[in-house]
């Protein structure tokens, strides 16, 4: 229905459009409703009215000015009208002759009946459409009404279970990204693994360079690894890495300080094992350092950086390393028939602690005690006060050494 009104109402409106440009209508609605139209005579003399060849006039007659007379027809051309007179049709031909409508002795054009008739059409049909269209949304809205009575029970069934739904959702996506987090940092310290496995080989006859190199490349690929697990909302501050990273920082502070005036020479470096990780490689019981002197005797220095005492109510006291880490260091120096020492960094710096020390491994270990404070790998703790005698000032060990009797 509405389709049709709005078909209705173009064609209305094209209708009108010809009407007003052209002087002619395509509907024409007066002529629909049976309007009587008239022929007026518009100068102010009379014209002369023809009689018509078929015998329905009789002599000649003039149309009065501003007259009207009943229309009939109009010629082929539309140049003759023919118009009723006293039952008798004559023609008339005058460019001073109007067609139209007469309503209350007033005259109106015939196009302008249909150009008003349009309009009128066009208002009605255009509250139609209006009426149809409040009544299809009263309808509409009484619908959703009784729907909505319908329907409450359902909808506070349903919000109850989707309340129910996103509870368990929730819940699972805690658990899920638990279980990502887990998966993601494995990943990241299989990663790590890998590269301080590839980086802790022993290397022979090499230079303080390649040491810094060997830092420097696991440092950037660490902090690489950290900004990728952030990205993904994952903390990857591992303190296991970060102790590994510092202890590079001091074997390197140690082997700067020893090859500074060719006074030592490097044979052998196996960089930090990192026991605690798992990475297992055939060194893993080796010192970080063989040494040679000018003189050509060769001794081990395992390196050991300490940021602070082993237990805060007992300030002396420093955990140097782990029981099974000095029996492996003790089996090296047999096998090996050199003598092993410990550099000791402790407090302030890797790269340059505030108190050094140097002391031989037999000595270090008839000093020290054994303890499983923390319950984990046994220590080896030994007092502050012992290691003075062994003090390293400035850290200038290559100067020290040069000082020992059996070097």
Same mark, same amino acid.
């Given at each position: ?7 209705l109402i ?11 440009y ?9 002529e629909?409703?049976?309007?009587? &139209?008239?022929? =007026?005579n +518009?100068? @102010? ?12 006039s009789?002599? #000649?007659?003039?149309?009065? #000015?501003?007259s009207t007379l009943?229309?009939q027809y ?6 003759w009208? !023919?118009?009723r007179l ?10 001073h ?7 209350y002795?007033?005259?109106?054009q ?29 309808q509409?809205?009484i619908?959703? %009404? ?7 029970d359902?909808?506070s069934? $349903?919000?109850?279970?989707?309340? @129910?739904?996103?509870?368990?959702? /929730? ?5 899920f990204? /638990?279980y990502?987090d ?5 990943r990241?310290?299989?990663?790590? =693994? ?6 802790? +080989?022993a ?9 810094q ?10 902090k690489?690894?950290? %900004?990728?697990? #952030? ?12 102790r ?5 920082r !001091?074997?390197?502070?140690?082997a700067r300080?020893l090859?500074k005036?060719? =006074?030592f020479?490097?044979?052998e470096w +196996? ?7 798992g990475i ?11 040494? =040679?002197n %000018?003189?050509?005797?060769?001794? #081990?220095?395992?390196c050991?950086?300490r940021?602070?005492c082993?237990?805060r109510?007992?300030? @002396? ?5 782990a029981?099974?880490q000095a029996?492996?260091? /003790? !089996?090296f120096?047999?096998?090996?028939n050199?003598?092993? $020492?410990i550099?000791?960094?402790y ?11 140097l ?11 054994e303890?499983?404070?923390?319950? &984990?790998a ?10 003075? @005698?062994?003090?390293?000032?400035g850290?200038?060990?290559? /100067?020290?050494?040069q000082t020992?009797e059996?070097?």
């Open positions: 229905m509405k389709k049709l009104i709005v078909m173009l064609l209305l409106l094209f209708d009108t459009i010809i009407t007003l052209h002087n002619r209508s395509i509907l024409n609605l007066a629909f409703i049976h309007l009587d &139209k008239v022929v =007026k +518009t100068s @102010d003399h009379s014209i002369a009215l023809y009689p018509i060849k078929d015998g329905t009789h002599g #000649a007659v003039d149309m009065a #000015a501003y009943s229309y109009s010629g082929k051309s539309s140049k009208q !023919y118009i006293n039952n008798h049709t004559y023609s008339i031909r005058s460019k002759v109007d067609i139209g409508y007469e309503f002795n007033v005259f109106i015939h196009n302008w009946v249909n150009v008003v008739l349009n309009g009128i059409a066009l208002i009605a049909l255009s509250l139609i459409t209006l009426l149809l269209s409040k009544n299809k949304h009263k509409t809205k619908s959703l %009404q009784e729907s909505n009575e319908n329907y409450k359902e909808v069934f $349903y919000k109850k279970q989707a309340t @129910d739904i996103s509870s368990e959702y /929730q819940i699972l996506s805690g658990k990204k /638990q990502h887990k998966k993601e940092k494995e990241y310290k299989q990663q790590l =693994k890998d590269l301080f496995e590839k980086e802790s +080989t290397r022979y006859k090499t230079t303080l360079a390649e040491m190199s060997s830092y420097s490349t696991l440092s950037t690929k660490f690489k690894i950290k %900004q990728e697990a #952030a990205i993904f909302g994952i903390n990857f501050d591992d303190p296991i890495y970060e590994l990273l510092k202890g590079r !001091y074997e390197i502070c140690v300080n090859v005036n060719n =006074k020479s490097i044979l +196996t960089p930090d094992k990192g026991f605690d990780t297992k490689v055939e060194s893993n019981g080796n010192p970080d350092l063989v040494i =040679k %000018q003189s050509g005797y060769e001794f #081990a220095i395992e050991k950086y940021s602070g082993y237990r109510e007992i300030k @002396d006291e420093i955990s140097w390393g029981l099974y029996k492996r260091y /003790q !089996y120096s047999s096998k090996r050199i003598p092993v $020492y550099a000791l960094g407090l302030g710096e890797p790269t340059m602690p505030k108190k050094h020390f002391i031989s491994l037999e000595k270090l270990l008839l000093n020290s005690r303890d499983n404070y923390y319950k &984990k046994t220590q080896v703790i030994i007092n502050e006060s012992v290691l003075y @005698d062994n003090l390293v000032r850290g200038k060990y290559s /100067q020290y050494l020992q059996n070097l």
